[in-house]
């Protein structure tokens, strides 16, 4: 259970990324 709690906020900091590299590109 606590591999899921790290893995789902591991997601969420990758999904941040993954948005302001977006809005960097201006995509």
Do not use: C, S
Not at 1 to 20: G, R, S, Y
């Amino acid at each position: 259970m606590a591999k899921n709690i790290l893995t789902e906020e591991n997601f969420q900091k990758l999904q941040k990324v993954i948005d302001e590299n977006k809005g960097k590109k201006g995509a």
